[in-house]
């Protein structure tokens, strides 16, 4: 089963949180004698109020934050992997309105969660935002996909 980066931290995030509500549901068991506390729908809404509140839950579930980080990992193994020139970034590219691939051997650095890359001239640097890049192909199968 091949799953995307973004569905294995949806799950990922989903477990996290479920895992603490039963926590919080769990010491709440001991304070049924506090009024309305007792009742399971009331420390359900607590606890995620609590979470929300926190900030936990916003962070765990941001759709960009730690993307970028999977997306940083994936580049710095492909450009540091001995076999590099095998594989091709593939990116979305807003003007031209379709996929663009770029070969791992011409990549400079990923910096500023931006990737750096020359141009087929070798003169130039092309800045790739991190949040545009989708797939790393290997031998023309998809080795990693967003």
């Known amino acids: 089963m091949f799953l995307r980066e973004q569905d294995r931290h949806f799950i990922w995030s989903l477990l996290v949180a479920i895992g603490i509500i039963f926590i919080w549901k769990g010491l709440w068991e001991g304070l049924y004698e506090i009024p309305y506390l007792g009742n399971e729908w009331v420390a ?4 995620f109020a609590i979470l929300t509140f926190s900030g936990l839950i916003i962070k765990e579930f941001d759709p960009s934050g730690s993307l970028e980080k999977a ?3 994936i580049v710095h193994k492909v450009k540091n992997h001995p076999q590099k020139h095998e594989f091709h970034i593939k990116y979305y590219d807003k003007v031209k309105k379709k996929q663009i691939s770029v070969p791992a051997g011409k990549i400079v650095n990923f910096e500023n969660d931006c990737l750096i890359v020359k141009d087929k001239s070798g003169k ?4 790739i935002p991190a949040h545009r890049i989708t797939e790393a192909v290997h031998k023309g199968k998809s080795y990693w996909k967003l």
Not at 44 to 47: D, I, N, Q, R, S
Not at 124 to 127: D, G
């Open 124 to 127: 130039r640097e092309i800045f």
């Open 71 to 73: 997306v940083r990992k």
């Open 44 to 47: 359900l809404f607590v606890g």
